[in-house]
């Protein structure tokens, strides 16, 4: 249910354009001014991180919307988690999509004619995102990116109110989807905490009237209020939901939030170690996910991050997993690059070739095989489904790409009815 216009365009050539200075970096939970999203941005490029912030001063952001927009070189885009999953879809001839967001005129121009747009979610005005982009070894100041990747802000108080929610659940009746995707819990947290425990009460009951042989996948974004994101894992959306995509940002801050297993691990270092990865997804399935004593709807996860993707399922859900995860795998080679197909001339390897298969339990020891590159292990009564990626080496977009990774392992997976 979220929909907005990306406005990308190099994060160092805007912050130039608006007469700031590079400096230290520093987090800053909500961007209140230029100085906290020069220090925001400045941490993150740092790291080589994606992050996403809520810009708090409207008239501020207005005017920093303007000139990026009318940047030379700036790019305007389909955006917001919900609009990408369904362009992505849309590709495919046979497909209709329903999408239901805050849609203005821009927007509308840009989806895909396979995209069907409620008139009830039509907007005078669009709502800007803009997507500050930097490349690997980009210099600002005395800070250099290890590697490319995009820090992402905006004022957006309509995708931030999930004010399409309700909307998209009573289209359903007429649109008979056979899956449903949803997204754009994150925009939430620019809401104070009364209105957005209010509202997520609200989704989940809008949630819940969705007819239960419809499967339903949620795709998380970054997020900075640990006791929001304890509220959807624990008793709230988690156990309505069958499938959730995320990346490892994503991954590490919901075992931080939830106390899981090595939540006290403060970021990772370089490429995220696989044991502690699938540790965590394991925990997540087995803690929140469906099984007897538990009344949970929650089996399946889609892990993805630069080197290398994970398809957790429960046994008994879902088929066609290799096909699925290596989808999402093949997508993220060739739209990093902009190529039809895999070029291998523009890609590389940067997936451990060995590793183990948790860090807590005795682990298997696995070797990459190139003939076989997408790898299985089993653990209680779950499958894990690993693929390496050959990542782009100059990638020409970065944005979606994690939404364009879920939607097309979506589009290859099975799920059992039950």
């Not at 982009?133 to 990116?145: F, H, I, L």
């Not at 801050?253 to 995220?272: I, Y």
Request: charged share 20%; proline share 5%.
């Amino acid at each position: 249910v979220n929909a907005c216009v990306d406005v990308v365009l190099s994060g160092v050539k805007l912050l130039e354009a608006l007469g700031l200075e590079p400096g230290d970096g520093k987090n800053h939970a909500v961007l209140n001014s230029r100085q906290d999203l020069r220090e925001a941005f400045t941490h993150f490029m740092g790291k080589g991180a994606a992050a996403e912030r809520f810009f708090s001063n409207a008239e501020s952001f207005h005017h920093i919307a303007q000139t990026a927009s009318k940047y030379p070189g700036a790019q305007l885009y389909v955006g917001g988690n919900a609009a990408l999953i369904g362009q992505k879809l849309a590709t495919n001839p046979d497909l209709k999509i329903l999408l239901c967001g805050p849609v203005g005129p821009k927007l509308h121009e840009l989806l895909d004619d396979n995209v069907v747009v409620p008139p009830e979610s039509m907007q005078e005005r669009d709502e800007f995102h803009l997507i500050l982009e930097y490349q690997a070894g980009e210099e600002w100041g005395q800070v250099r990116a290890p590697n490319a990747n995009r820090f992402i802000f905006s004022h957006d108080l309509s995708n931030g109110a999930l004010n399409m929610l309700e909307v998209f659940v009573s289209s359903l009746d007429e649109f008979q989807p056979d899956l449903v995707v949803l997204s754009g819990l994150h925009m939430m947290e620019g809401q104070s905490k009364e209105m957005r425990q209010r509202r997520l009460m609200e989704a989940v009951a809008s949630i819940s009237d969705i007819p239960t042989d419809i499967p339903i996948h949620l795709e998380l974004a970054s997020m900075t209020d640990q006791d929001f994101m304890s509220n959807i894992i624990h008793q709230q959306v988690f156990p309505l939901v069958n499938s959730i995509g995320l990346n490892e940002q994503e991954l590490l801050f919901l075992t931080q939030s939830a106390s899981g297993p090595h939540a006290s691990l403060a970021s990772w270092s370089g490429v995220p170690d696989v044991g502690v990865v699938s540790d965590i997804l394991f925990w997540i399935l087995k803690e929140h996910g469906r099984r007897a004593e538990q009344a949970s709807d929650l089996t399946r996860i889609h892990f993805h991050t630069l080197a290398y993707h994970i398809l957790a399922t429960v046994d008994g859900y879902w088929g066609n997993q290799v096909a699925a995860v290596a989808a999402g795998a093949r997508t993220a080679g060739t739209q990093a690059c902009a190529t039809e197909t895999i070029d291998t001339s523009k890609v590389f390897l940067k997936a451990p070739l060995e590793f183990v298969t948790s860090q807590i339990e005795a682990p298997s020891i696995i070797s990459l095989n190139p003939d076989e590159p997408v790898v299985h292990w089993h653990r209680e009564g779950i499958s894990f489904h690993f693929t390496p990626v050959l990542v782009c080496k100059d990638p020409v977009r970065t944005v979606g790409l994690g939404d364009a990774i879920s939607a097309e392992g979506l589009l290859y997976s099975e799920a059992y009815p039950q």
